[in-house]
């Protein structure tokens, strides 16, 4: 479609106002160049018929491991070509569930996303962190105690974490990851639930080290992205110069607002630890880690409501693994908890696309962004959980385009196309909202 109309719409932009009752979207290209809720003229252009369903903006998860088809204890049990096709699979699954943009932390090799581009295999659109940055023994070094080979380098698909010690090393993994086509730099700056010889209360890597990595990713035009639980990793991070924090299930009001002050992003991962703790042992995940996702767990709803009130912009990732990746949307329901779900949404659009520094295309529905967006058989804000079902995202539309279509060329059922050659009218004319 080169222009398109979606009518009889509820529309949520994500920008945390309103909804609009019985609206419409025009999409130009690639491009939304209309948004209201008056009459309007459609020409003799392609009408979609939302049937009164909820339009929102293309959603976007900060905080994805699309490569992580395994627990991570457990990834190096699966030939290379089952990892790979699984990986597409979490692909495709991703765009199906209304993700038309993820940033992933780690493990995904970059020919995935170029994959995408080349328009060879459907996914969303991937800002990628290759290879995390972790110091030995750290939540990235995966090599159990008694193992003493170096941890092994990236076999193009799956990029295990790359080990460095001190400033120099750290500024050489910075360039390495730079190189294989990071868009971000993830560091590991604590520990974590899933790897062998660390604590989730850990904290990791020097203040030193830390600016070293903030420094190289600068001089490339881009950032750092870190994960951290506790206080003292945060601060450390803040201090550096780091984009967002990710997790900060630990987080207290003086980190929180040293986060705050300094602008830094949270990204915090509820869903993750809720599914671990729920059946993570059945796919694999050891006792122990079981037991420091229960920890991270029990904190993270009140670290939550600590960066709420502290101000913090908050945007949402689930961080799911393994059999577990179908459940990103449950991240939002989680927040929704302590957010309320309009907020919950914005996360999920406006400030991640502002975490992105997207902000001028992603993110909400107004004229002149990306036209990424999906209609959903219900109302997220009388029950967000609709999200997390498939048979209810109705229409995924990425840059423009249909990729999604579950009831038939954009007209089964009642998400149906309507005359193209008159005006479409609501049943009322409220004031319009964008001319």
Known sequence: MDTFYLVNARIIDGSGADPVETGWIRVEGRRITGVGRSVVDTGRNQVIDAG????????????????????????????????????????RQTLAAGFTTVRDAGFTDYGFKQAVEAGLVPGPRMFLATGPLSQTGGHSDFRPAEVQDR?????????????????????????????RGADQIKIMAGGGCTSPT?????????????????????ARHTYVMAHG??????????????????????????????????????????????????????????????????????????????????GVRIGSGSDVLG????????????????LGPLDAIVAATRTNAELLGLADDLGTLAPGKIADLLVVDGNPLDDISVLQDSGRIHLVVKDGQVVVDR?????????????????????????????
């Not at 989730?200 to 990595?213: D, K, L, Y």
Request: charged fraction near 20%.
């Open 52 to 91: 009164g369903r909820t339009v929102l903006p293309g959603l976007i998860d900060a905080h994805t491991h699309l490569a992580a088809t395994e627990m991570l204890n457990l990834v190096d049990t699966v030939s290379r070509p089952v990892l790979a096709a699984k990986t597409f699979a979490n692909m």
């Open 151 to 179: 941890q092994r380098p990236s076999d193009g698909l799956y990029h295990p974490g790359v080990v460095v010690d001190g400033v120099a090393q750290c500024q050489w993994g910075a360039r390495e990851v730079l190189r």
């Open 198 to 218: 660390d604590h989730v209360t850990h904290t990791q890597f020097t203040a030193e080290e830390i600016a070293a990595i903030v420094q190289e990713a600068r």
């Open 229 to 310: 639980y506790t206080p003292e990793s945060i601060r450390t991070c803040v201090a550096a110069g780091v984009r967002s924090i990710e997790h900060a299930n630990l987080v207290d009001e003086e980190a929180a607002e040293a986060m705050a002050v300094a602008g830094t992003f949270a990204v915090p991962t509820i869903a993750t630890f809720d599914l671990l703790v729920r059946d993570g042992q059945e796919q694999g995940l050891t006792p122990d880690s079981a037991a420091q996702a229960a920890q991270v767990l029990e904190r993270a709803y009140e670290a939550l409501r600590i960066l709420r009130d502290k």
């Open 323 to 338: 059999a577990h990746q179908p459940f990103k949307a449950l991240e939002l329901q989680l927040k929704a908890s302590v």
């Open 407 to 435: 009831v038939g060329p954009s007209s089964a059922s009642s998400l149906s196309s309507v005359s193209s050659t008159q005006a479409w009218r609501p049943t009322l004319e409220p004031e319009v909202v964008v001319p």
